[in-house]
């Protein structure tokens, strides 16, 4: 469950967004939870990367007390649809209200996908048809360090980051829209936080309540090696409306914190996405760039391509989509790094005292979406 404040804001009208000729418009609507309740929400890419394939969610994002809620959907069954051969891929349940397709799938290029879902109440749900297209190769990858590159989320201070740029081939003669995003690899030196309490090594978990805590939380070193997985949050769209055919030099694509002293691994990620997407995404784009996520969005919600054929007057926020990812990897030591270290917990690190020989214990590296013992591809 993830639980994050918001300020609700009322939105009078709907808002608009030119569709710029594509075929369909995006629809973004005013949240209106005391009659709904909740909103189901769906987001997820079909790939052609079957090594490390997107998940797709199914949640629900309610408003309670002050607070969003998001919630994962329980027992639903999903499908991804290839229309253009007809066969039927049944998705994997990883953890609730998350799918992956089978180990062995790969969407082809050209071929065109849809995602079918039902909820254990007989609700039916179906998205528009996606088509996979090819993504030009990302020429080069390069970084820049910024002291000034972003701003607090008082809005009043200047935070540093690692400013990643790609350069690119546009496709000449056809009309072409893409997407960045970012995962960094950073090498984690705590790997457990106590909220009230201390931790037990042989239990591997925060059990040991005392009366002499000096401090509302204690952080954790870790046993052995361990990498936290830090995917971008902020959207990053781009038509080719004006560089139709052109090398497109310098595109911003992420924004990494500056973490530690030592150096990390970014993963760029390069996908052409279909005209409908794209409206997707630009929408979310200027509505917000820090949210974690299309469930922390409200209170303007975005109807993507997701239909309820059950309840056609439902509205479903999210956006299914198709596509071929291009990465590139590029290792940062971080030796023109400057200014305020953000913490990559959260939180400002307070470790438990010393108090040989048995405290304070390590704590090992747990497998996760977020953080992973194994050492990156990449790193040095």
Request: charged fraction near 20%; proline fraction near 6%; charge should be neutral.
């Amino acid at each position: 469950m993830n639980i994050k404040s918001l300020n609700l804001v009322p939105l009078l009208v709907f808002l608009f967004f030119s569709c710029f000729s594509l075929t369909s418009c995006i629809d973004a609507y005013d949240v209106d939870f005391s009659k709904s309740n909740q909103v189901l929400v769906v987001e997820g890419f079909l790939t052609d990367d079957a090594l490390s394939p997107d998940t797709i969610k199914i949640q629900y994002s309610n408003y309670q007390n002050g607070l969003l809620i998001t919630v994962p959907v329980v027992s639903a069954k999903a499908t991804v649809v290839n229309l253009t051969s007809g066969q039927e891929i049944k998705l994997i349940e990883y953890g609730t209200g998350r799918f992956l397709p089978p180990q062995d799938f790969k969407a082809k290029t050209n071929e065109k996908y849809l995602l079918k879902f039902s909820l254990p109440n007989g609700q039916q749900y179906e998205s528009s048809p996606e088509t996979l297209t090819l993504t030009p190769p990302i020429l080069n990858v390069y970084e820049k360090f910024n002291t000034k590159s972003r701003v607090s989320d008082n809005g009043k201070d200047a935070l540093s980051a690692s400013e990643v740029f790609v350069d690119f081939q546009d496709i000449p003669n056809q009309k072409n829209y893409y997407l960045w995003r970012y995962i960094d690899y950073e090498k984690l030196q705590h790997c457990t936080t106590c909220q009230n309490t201390m931790f037990d090594y042989a239990k591997q978990s925060c059990v040991l309540k005392t009366n002499n805590l000096r401090e509302a939380y204690y952080d954790y070193g870790c046993e052995g090696d361990c990498y936290a997985i830090v995917k971008g949050t902020q959207v990053n769209v781009l038509s080719d409306i004006v560089s139709d055919g052109a090398l497109i030099s310098g595109r911003l694509v992420a924004k990494v914190p500056y973490y530690y002293l030592t150096g990390f691994l970014v993963e760029v990620q390069q996908m052409s996405i279909s005209p409908e997407t794209y409206a997707f995404y630009r929408i979310l784009e200027s509505q917000s760039q820090n949210t974690g996520g299309l469930a922390d969005t409200p209170p303007a919600a975005i109807v993507g391509n997701i239909k309820n054929t059950t309840t056609p007057t439902e509205k479903v926020v999210g956006y299914f989509a198709v596509t071929n990812i291009q990465k590139k990897r590029l290792w940062i030591d971080r030796s023109d790094a400057s200014g305020t270290f953000e913490y990559i917990l959260g939180h400002k690190i307070i470790e438990e005292p010393q108090n040989q020989p048995f405290r304070p214990p390590l704590a090992r590296c747990r497998q996760s979406a977020t953080r992973t013992p194994i050492k990156p591809i990449g790193w040095l």
